[in-house]
């Protein structure tokens, strides 16, 4: 059974909602969650699912391979990121290749990079004067959102749109897809 450890930096609404998909699924399991943040929401959504944490530091992420060695201790077998804002290192990169899965609140290629996350994004795709937005679930690689992308979902961004009221459509169209797109993968 192919086991999933997230990595998430905030709230965890998202890994929430990829933990309650894959309970009691036959075929694959969320096993642990790890943040970057001691106070993140995330953990205490984590343990009120049952699911065991990690918090680490930029020290043992960037500096050791420490990360590394703890998910393969602990049999994982794909890594997703859902919210988690550091960029991921080699070492992890070179453990888990083509298996590590982010998700970004664009259409990508456009509105990605560092520092193109949460609101920050929302405002310069309704600066920009587009249309439509989304979501793109995408493979991990060595660059902030490049990776091979393996997903999109859009929606349209009405007269009067706000950075708020355009999170709401994207937050729809993750918890719509990202568990599921997660399933085919690892599948």
Known sequence: MPDIAIFASGNGSNAQRIIEYFSGHP???????????PDAYVL??????????????RKSFYETSEIPEFLKANH??????????????????????????????????????????GSKVHEAVIASGDTE??????????????????????????AGETAETLAEKVHALEYRYFAEVIERVVL
């Not at 077998?77 to 070492?91: E, K, N, R, T």
């Open 27 to 37: 075929a694959i399991r969320v096993s642990l969650v790890l943040c970057n943040k």
């Open 44 to 57: 205490t959504r984590a343990e009120k699912l049952s699911v065991p944490t990690r918090i680490f530091n």
């Open 76 to 117: 994982i077998d794909y890594i997703v990121l859902a919210g988690f804002l550091w960029l991921i290192p080699q070492s992890l990169l070179n453990a888990y290749p083509g298996r590590i899965i982010n998700i970004h609140p664009a259409l990508l290629p456009a509105y990605g990079g560092k520092g193109m996350y």
């Open 133 to 158: 937005s989304g979501i793109t679930i995408h493979f991990v690689d060595e660059n902030y959102d490049e990776g091979r992308i393996i997903f999109q979902a859009k929606c349209k961004i009405d």
